[in-house]
């Protein structure tokens, strides 16, 4: 299939970079150099190889004799890289132009075909890092948790932590006749034993602590107490290197011991907020083991201070998932971890930890869960343990009985949001209509100009109505008085738009426009100028100019 010349000429204007590579190539070219740069851009997500062209800018079509015919060579692209390569020739008035499409590697499979993994480097061919080669292996999902543990035995793994696990699960699940299989039998049902072998799976979740240290010495979870942030040694610290159902309990009743209540009262309610729930600790654990990439190096860290817990757990987050989508996307990087996780009863369902986390923390009036510090080999999680606001729980409680209204973990986020005055992100302005519904929050302006603001019953709850007012604006009747007032007291001079936005400070530049325009269409005010330096005066104005333009 020729490729139209516009199209060419298109290419020779884009820019070279993750998709293109152009060789001129006037004679010939080495097959095995173009078999690794189809190799590089396969693993750049693929692209187009051009021969015929110049590489420097602005690129000339010089023609190239290389690979005539040009099959054989596609054939031999094919068989070297396994992948689906086609080409174009093209008969410019210059010559003969040579383009292989090279289509991306597969996910999670990075293209070798002498052994090295290729990319581009500038103007170079440099194999792949491996902090990059590790993220492309990681992209088809591979899941080391379920693979086999070699040497790992039924022997290596701790009673206690499978007993505890058996009740758990017979809680959840209600089924008695777990109690009746044996260990292996009852781990093999689980999941974390395969065939009669172990997986690492359930070396990390039972293992005893000499098996850990024998197979897998950076599966260990370190806490820490410090009432500061100032460096030396921690106050408290104690490791736990076994399997997870023998001590996540006990790393709870550290950071209980610790857990100071936070006391409010507003009027008949009385209010007994923990500095860190114990839902949301869980939770964030939970993720921490289930998430952390165990072929890396490095302990999970859980750091508790005062008013503050943060975990540090090695590798990033998994591929596909950041800070902005992680309520949305979730990719367990164990999932037969997380599977277990949820026979037991631990996590119901992929995500809802972290809703529950997210949804808590604004019901608490604490800050959101935060993941500043996060990068491709650590994933840093902060809970904040402050009650900024213990009207705002108040108010959240009254409006959800009045209403009985259930709210989303989204709802949540919105009024969190427009508490603290930001933006609502417009994939959550869907949530904003039920919300004013509820009683929850209102909205106010019009076109670019609308804002919205917690509803009236909470700033008078916290006796609070001025602050309503302001925020709120002015009724619109009374706004345009303010406005018209002003023009007449300064009608020798003449107002302008500036001027008249700080009479109002609560509206926005479009929406003091909007009350202008209003008002000139009610023939009491008029404007001299086109520009943003135009002038308003009262309709019977003495200046000359404005009863010109209203004799008119």
């Given at each position: ?104 590697r597969p996910v999670g499979m990075p293209i ?28 088809s999902g591979h899941d080391f948790s379920a ?362 530049r479009p929406q003091v426009q909007t009350l ?37």
């Amino acid at each position: 299939m020729t490729m139209a010349l516009e199209q060419l000429d298109s290419l020779l204007k884009a820019q070279e970079g993750e998709v293109l590579e152009f060789k001129e190539a006037k004679n010939n070219y080495c097959f095995d150099e173009l078999v690794k740069y189809c190799a590089a851009i396969a693993n750049e997500g693929g692209g187009k190889f051009v021969l015929g062209v110049t590489d420097k800018r602005p690129r000339q079509v010089v023609g190239t004799k290389a690979f005539e015919p040009p099959e054989r060579t596609r054939y031999g692209l094919i068989e070297k890289l396994h992948l689906n390569i086609t080409f174009d020739v093209i008969e410019h008035p210059r010559g003969r132009v040579l383009i292989f499409h090279i289509p991306p590697r597969p996910v999670g499979m990075p293209i070798s075909p002498d052994g090295k993994y290729w990319q581009r480097e500038s103007d170079s061919l440099v194999p792949m890092t491996a902090d990059r080669l590790r993220a492309v292996f990681a992209e088809s999902g591979h899941d080391f948790s379920a693979d086999i543990c070699p040497g790992l035995t039924i022997d290596d793994l701790d009673p206690r932590a499978i007993e505890n696990f058996r009740k758990q699960w017979i809680a959840k699940s209600k089924n008695n006749l777990l109690m009746t299989l044996s260990s292996e039998q009852l781990l093999s049902d689980a999941g974390a034993v395969v065939d009669g072998q172990c997986t690492y799976a359930s070396l990390i979740l039972f293992g005893t602590r000499k098996a850990v240290g024998k197979h897998l010495a950076q599966a260990e979870t370190i806490f820490e107490y410090r009432s500061s942030n100032a460096p030396g040694p921690a106050q408290q610290r104690e490791e736990f290197r076994q399997g997870f159902f023998t001590y996540h309990d006990r790393l709870w009743e550290l950071i209980n011991a610790r857990n100071d209540v936070q006391h409010f009262q507003s009027g008949l309610f009385i209010l007994d907020i923990p500095t860190f729930s114990e839902h949301v600790i869980r939770e964030a654990l939970l993720n921490a083991v289930s998430h952390r990439d165990y072929q890396l190096a490095g302990s999970v860290f859980v750091r508790q201070y005062p008013r503050q817990l943060r975990l540090e757990n090695p590798g990033g987050f998994p591929v596909g998932v950041n800070e902005k989508n992680i309520l949305h996307r979730q990719s367990p990087r164990n999932r037969r971890i997380a599977d277990i996780f949820s026979k037991c009863g631990l996590v119901e369902r992929s995500g809802q930890g972290m809703d529950l986390m997210f949804r808590t923390s604004i019901r608490e009036s604490k800050h959101i869960p935060d993941f500043s510090g996060t990068d491709q080999y650590q994933v840093t999680l902060t809970l904040d343990g402050e009650v900024h606001d213990p009207q705002f729980l108040v108010f959240l409680e009254k409006v959800g009985r009045e209403k009985q209204e259930m709210f989303c973990t989204d709802d949540f986020l919105v009024l969190d949001l427009v508490h603290r005055e930001q933006t609502v992100s417009e994939h959550l302005h869907s949530r904003l209509q039920p919300l004013m519904e509820a009683g929850a929050i209102e909205r106010y302006g019009r076109g670019r100009g609308i804002r919205y603001i917690l509803a009236r019953a909470y700033y008078t709850m916290i006796n609070q109505k001025g602050v309503y007012t302001r925020k709120r604006g002015l009724d619109r009747r009374t706004n345009k008085e303010l406005l018209l007032k002003h023009i007449r007291d300064n009608e020798k001079t003449g107002s302008r738009l500036k001027e008249l936005c700080q009479v109002l400070p609560a509206l926005s530049r479009p929406q003091v426009q909007t009350l202008l325009q209003e008002l000139k269409s009610d023939g009491k005010i008029v404007t001299v100028g086109k520009t943003r330096n135009s002038l308003w005066y009262p309709s019977n104005s003495a200046d000359p100019i404005a009863a010109e333009i209203e004799g008119k």
